[in-house]
């Protein structure tokens, strides 16, 4: 989707940056509604205008925002299995898990963005998670095809997995403003191969 006209030198580039960052910090902050042109403009240091030279308005802005920062974590992800690379797809969700948390902490406007989104744009909040989900959905079909996964669907899973994953980053990172340990990410592993019932 076009969201923003890119720049075509490198100062443009720059000043891209700054209002992204400006705006990620001031919506996970403030909120979509509760943040003007003018908070992003004046935080990035640039005039109001300069904005308008590479978003049509706030929600344009809002929904790029959103979608790049999904596009960094599918690389982040991608670039840590290929350093890593492994057929158990348990220990590519354990390498996932890790990256995602990692990311949540360095992006955390990113989190809060992604909730605000099912109120500000839906279909930019609906096509998040599809393309996180039809990635997953290849992954799962090939474990299904060597039995490491149950004949389970596809989709579902793929919603499960990124469901536990993201109340898990909203407990540790929004309510106790801390971030899951390792011996918390093994439980999760262990989570995700056996369930919660008692194993036999």
């Not at 990113?110 to 992954?139: C, H, K, P, T």
């Amino acid at each position: 989707m076009d969201y923003v006209k890119m720049p075509k030198t490198k100062r443009g580039e720059q000043t891209l940056k700054k209002i992204c960052k400006a705006a990620e910090e001031l919506f996970a902050q403030n909120g979509y509604y509760d943040t003007e042109v003018h908070d992003i403009t004046q935080k990035a240091g640039i005039a109001t205008g300069t904005l308008y030279l590479y978003f049509p308005d706030k929600l344009s802005l809002f929904s790029y925002l959103m979608d790049n920062l999904g596009r960094k974590l599918r690389k982040a992800i991608r670039v840590a299995r290929i350093e890593k690379p492994t057929d158990s797809i348990i220990e590519q969700e354990r390498i996932s898990i890790r990256v995602f948390f990692s990311f949540v902490r360095e992006h955390f406007g990113l989190f809060r963005i992604v909730w605000q989104a099912q109120f500000v744009d839906a279909e930019a909040f609906r096509l998040y998670y599809e393309r996180f989900s039809s990635g997953y959905i290849n992954e799962i079909t090939k474990a299904q095809e060597t039995s490491e996964v149950r004949e389970l669907d596809p989709v579902l899973i793929s919603y499960v997995l990124m469901g536990i994953y993201s109340f898990v980053a909203l407990k540790y990172f929004v309510f106790e403003d801390s971030e899951p340990d390792e011996a918390t990410i093994e439980q999760l592993i262990d989570f995700i191969s056996y369930g919660i019932l008692q194993k036999t």
